[in-house]
Nanobody, 116 residues
Framework: QVQLVESGGGLVPPGGSLRLSCAAS????????MYWYRQAPGNQRDLVAA???????NYADSVKGRFTISRDNAKNTVYLQMNSLKFEDTAVYYC??????????WGQGTQVTVSS
């Protein structure tokens, strides 16, 4: 049974930093592309960052230069380092795993709140 478990969310002031983690189990982690999405209340779920099985990354324009996605295949974990956080980064952040043959898995989400 595949599980994706996010952690690391919380309350942080503007300009602060957080590191989200997503621990995967029940899957061959190294072959999956991994994604971080976020969803604010009343909004759609938007892609934040992606990292493929080879380590290539992509970011939403709104987070470029502030967020960094990385993966540790030995630990079956993907990370999202978030720096210079803004009010508009407040959302539930979700981890997503996709394979080239159609597997698509989601975590339960972790809340990130940027507030003074």
């Amino acid at each position: 049974q595949v599980q994706l478990v996010e952690s690391g969310g919380g309350l942080v002031p503007p300009g602060g930093s957080l590191r989200l983690s997503c621990a995967a189990s029940g899957m061959i982690f190294s072959i999956f592309a991994m994604y971080w999405y976020r969803q604010a209340p009343g909004n759609q779920r938007d892609l934040v960052a992606a990292i493929d099985s080879g380590g290539s990354t992509n970011y939403a324009d709104s987070v470029k230069g502030r967020f960094t996605i990385s993966r540790d295949n030995a630990k079956n974990t993907v990370y999202l380092q978030m720096n210079s956080l803004k009010f508009e980064d407040t959302a539930v952040y979700y981890c997503n795993a996709r394979s080239t043959v159609g597997h698509n898995y989601w975590g339960q989400g972790t809340q990130v709140t940027v507030s003074s």
